[in-house]
């Protein structure tokens, strides 16, 4: 699976949108981009995956760059409630079945 | 909708003891996926299987084991524990048998915190 790169820290403020980056260079073509977060010592929480093109839902938008080399997540309106450690991981969408995280950002929505 | 369901939520062994942590994946779930997350760390992959054959191995010490039985849950069998083993045990699952091709999404339980005194 690629390996991906993600700023270790940021901070957005309550009612502002928060734009999570990740690097994941070595990406391959069957490769899918999943963003999961994880609320302090919680289960992580499946936020949103893409493949090319960009996908929305009701959490989330995910941006990927036409070469597939980075992304983005973006969470248009962030609430404290956001506050969390965002993991960005790569992995072949049918078949591998290793699924490696990371070290994600950590996310701190200030009010 | 159900989730994955782990039990027990804590456990307090002492070294040199033996756990056993459960997981009763998502209904119609055949994959299983173990990580283990010590204190301020990231989620470690230990080991998964695929309709109760073991799939991949990741960073699992010797000194445990795991299976998925027929009915798809899976133990994870922990031995001659160490104080380092104190740690987050999640259990995650996905369906590979559903037809899709967008990339199934791996759900996770919440957790048995296993403390090692």
């Known amino acids: 699976d690629a390996k991906t790169t993600q700023p270790t820290s940021m901070d957005c403020a309550e009612g502002r949108a928060a734009n999570l980056p990740c690097n994941h260079s070595?990406?391959?073509?069957?490769?899918?981009v999943y963003w999961y977060r994880q609320i302090h010592s919680q289960g992580p929480q499946y936020i949103i995956h893409g493949l090319k093109n960009n996908e929305t839902n009701e959490m989330a938008s995910l941006i990927i760059t036409e070469d597939r080399k980075s992304s983005t997540l973006i969470l248009p309106h962030a609430t404290l409630r956001d506050t969390a450690v965002y993991y960005c991981i790569v992995r072949v969408g049918n078949t591998g079945n290793q699924f490696y995280f990371g070290t994600g950002t950590s996310l701190t929505v200030i009010p | 909708a159900a989730g994955v369901i782990q039990s027990p939520r804590h456990l307090i062994k002492e070294k040199r003891e033996t756990a056993t942590l459960k997981c009763y994946p998502i209904p119609r779930h055949d994959t299983v996926y173990w990580y283990q997350q010590g204190p301020g760390q990231d989620p470690q992959f230990l080991i998964s299987f695929y309709e109760k054959m073991q799939s991949d191995k990741g960073s699992i010490p010797d000194r445990f084991s795991a299976q998925q039985f027929s009915d798809y849950h899976s133990e994870l069998n922990m031995s001659s524990l160490e104080l380092g083993d104190s740690a987050l045990y999640f259990c995650a699952s996905r369906s590979l048998r559903d037809g899709r091709s967008s990339g199934n999404t791996i759900y996770f339980g919440e957790g048995s915190w296993l403390t090692v005194v």
């Open positions: 070595t990406i391959s073509g069957n490769e899918y």
